[in-house]
């Protein structure tokens, strides 16, 4: 799969000004800072096209970005974020919730872990809380550039462990670095090969 263009399509604070769902959609979540936007920009080859920041809680509604005139790439905002009113992570938290749980043009959720650290209560919540909902979902795990490939293998068995006490079956999962381009070319084949879900036949 190559993206020939990439465009910013919209910004929507409610569900329901999303835009028509009539194009199959691919979605990035995951906590405030984990490199939602950084992947999408990294994948688009564009680094202007999602807002990014080093503090947590820039991206705070969904943007929907156009590639190739054909599906979308939908950044949402992180989850997790302490450091905002409880009103504002309340509408995140309906944001979400409605998103990912009514968003009939949803093809596959990415969920975005770093790679970093221990699996953290709160992701473990979020993919709990997707199985019971039934909402499919790949892990993608983040800043592998920051580790060497011993700790990158380490912390990745560790998470695996703990996700293994609660599932008998693993999600996809992948490997990436937006800062070194890497595991883009498995994120895009993989959506690639589940592009035509949507519309359903
Ligand atoms: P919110 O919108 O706040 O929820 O954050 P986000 O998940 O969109 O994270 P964002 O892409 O803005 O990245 C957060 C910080 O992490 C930025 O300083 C990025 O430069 C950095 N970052 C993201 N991905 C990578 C990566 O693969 N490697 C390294 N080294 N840094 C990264
Ligand atoms: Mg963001």
């Not at 769902?21 to 995951?30: K, N, T």
């Not at 949402?76 to 979400?96: D, M, V």
């Not at 949803?106 to 709160?122: G, N, T």
């Amino acid at each position: 799969m190559i993206i020939r263009k990439a465009t910013f399509h919209k910004s929507s604070g409610h569900f329901k000004d999303c835009p028509k769902p009539i194009l199959a959609e691919f979605a990035f979540i995951g906590r405030s800072n984990v490199g939602k936007s950084s992947l999408i920009n990294m994948l688009c080859n564009n680094n202007k096209l999602a807002l990014t920041s080093r503090s947590p809680g820039k991206t705070k509604i969904i943007n929907h970005f156009l590639i190739n005139e054909k599906w979308y790439l939908v950044d949402l905002p992180g989850y997790g974020y302490a450091k905002t009113s409880k009103t504002n992570r309340e509408g995140f938290a309906t944001l979400i919730i409605d998103y990912v749980t009514k968003r009939d043009s949803l093809v596959c959720l990415f969920v975005l872990i770093d790679s970093r650290l221990p699996l953290q209560q709160i992701d473990l919540e979020f993919m709990t809380w997707l199985g019971e909902k039934n909402v499919p979902f790949s892990i993608v795990y983040t800043k592998a550039d920051k580790n060497t490939k011993t700790e990158l293998a380490r912390n990745i068995s560790a998470i695996e462990t703990e996700l293994g006490k609660v599932w008998d079956e693993l999600p996809n999962t992948f490997i990436t670095s937006s800062e070194k381009a890497i595991g883009k070319n498995d994120v895009l084949d993989f959506i690639e090969a589940h592009l035509s879900a949507f519309p359903k036949k």
